[in-house]
């Protein structure tokens, strides 16, 4: 019985110790206030989602823009994302509306788990704290 019940033991620690770091992975501080996040922040704006690429290593979302507290108020933006959230990605869905904390890396704006990004009706608190915002300019 002792013996079966090394096995078990031994099994569960094995498959404990592969979770574990998966799921530490994903993990996030708490992201700070919406004031404090739109400073560190290269670009913040509410809009909606019109298209979800998938590419080999990112997913591209292309994001007709409502209005804008930082950044370049463009009427569109596209903004990469990981795959999923082992690598951060934010699980963006075509025809929703968000509230997008960006960050300017070499290929353009890019976001994850780990910002405030959130969906608008989660963007409560982030809205009343960013205030009035504007609108994009009308592209020529």
Known sequence: MSRMFAAVALVLVACLSFAVPAALASKCAPPPPPAEAM????????GKVTAVERGDRSIR???????????????E???????????????????????????????GLSTGTCSRTCHVDEAGEDLKALGEGKKPAAEK
């Open 39 to 46: 400073g560190k922040c290269d670009a913040v704006f509410l």
């Open 61 to 75: 979302v292309t994001i007709a823009v409502e209005k804008s507290w930082k950044g370049d108020a463009k009427a």
């Open 77 to 107: 933006l596209v903004v990469s994302t990981g795959m999923d959230g082992g690598d951060c990605g934010y699980g963006f869905q075509q025809g929703k509306s968000y509230v997008v904390y960006a960050y300017a890396r070499d290929k």
